[in-house]
């Protein structure tokens, strides 16, 4: 009994000298790092020539459609993979399922099996 409650209290000192030392529990700063991602190419883009726009549907989009030619290359490189798959996507619903490639298997047959 002794022996757990000093392993606990070892344990919550160094939990303790962990947070004394300014560093983030590793949850924290990987959600950090995810909000990081989130954020995108065009973010200091936004910021910068869109942040008085409202955040209603499209009102960025065109915002950024305003001043592209001052946009940032990732993000002018961002906006036009964006379209390319905006492209993609419609062609691909306008065929018909006889004329979509074949899909592979997810998990390959096993021989033998």
Excluded: H, W, Y
Aim: hydrophobic letters at 40%; proline letters at 5%.
């Amino acid at each position: 009994m002794k022996k757990v409650l000093l392993m606990s209290l070892v344990a919550l000192m160094v939990t303790g000298l962990a947070f004394a030392e300014g560093k983030p529990p590793a949850g924290k700063a990987i959600n950090a790092k995810r909000a990081e991602a989130k954020k995108g190419p065009c973010a200091a883009d936004v910021q910068k020539f869109c942040a008085q726009v409202e955040k209603k549907k499209g009102d960025v989009r065109k915002c950024l459609k305003e001043n592209e030619a001052k946009l940032s290359d990732a993000c002018k490189k961002n906006i036009a993979d964006a379209k390319a798959n905006k492209a993609k996507v419609s062609e691909l619903k306008g065929k018909k399922a006889a004329d979509m490639p074949a899909k592979k298997p997810a998990i390959p047959a096993a021989e033998g099996c």
